[in-house]
């Protein structure tokens, strides 16, 4: 199935576009994934997936398969694979960023999609709607660490430039994410996003059911409504009979 998603981040296109390149510490603010290694454009982690009481970790890889500096586009291939479940995925997502102003840039993903096992049996629905709500996290914590590590850029070059003798810094180069100076629920994303790969933070995993939310409930009240249809049709018919 395919995507397509879009967000924005609070800086520039040349440190946005620098930034997302480097696949050890966007796997960070992606929602139950833990990065194990890293090899040029090759990364291999684990994804763990909640779904009520079961939990499935998948280990796969990915690797950015081509770049164009021009456009601002960048194509990444990943596969992985639960081994005690039998459940795979895989997808190719091609990022294009684009700047919408001197400090914001826009980001818009197109993902095509393949999944079997127990995830897939929620549906193309299920599954657009749980992949809106794990982007919406994952946006809000590239977010956060992108305009934490601008605040940072900022206050040092401020102090800097408060030196006798010394030059402000020049704004090109690439953010370094630094929690300290952020706030809100995307902190604890946005520390990982910090953390080296060789010593990645464990992340938790990503559930399914709470994510599907509203998608579920409706799901189950069209099942419960038409096992009381079948019940009430059933019971009349019975009494027509009789």
Partial sequence: MELIHHFEVPVDLDNAWTYLLDLSRVAACFPGAT????????????????????QLLYKGSAQIVSVDEASHTATVKASGAAARSGSTATMTVVATASATG??????????????????AQFGRGVIVEVG?????????????????ARATADAADE???????????????????????????????AERAATPATAPAPAGPIDLLASAGGAVTKRLLVLVAAILGALVLRRALSHRRG
Wanted: hydrophobic share 40%; with cysteine.
């Fill in 35 to 54: 990065l194990l290694s890293a090899d040029g454009s090759n990364y291999v982690g684990v994804v763990k997936v909640k779904l009520g009481p079961i």
């Fill in 102 to 119: 001197p400090d914001r840039t826009v980001v818009r993903l197109a993902t095509d999609l393949a999944i079997t096992g127990r995830p």
């Fill in 159 to 189: 102090a800097t430039a408060a030196i006798p003798g010394h030059a402000p810094a020049s704004d090109e180069g690439t953010p370094t994410a630094d929690p300290r100076g952020m706030a809100g629920p995307a902190v604890h994303c």
């Fill in 132 to 148: 809106n709500k794990i982007l919406g996290q994952f946006a809000e914590c590239l977010s956060a660490t992108l305009a934490g």
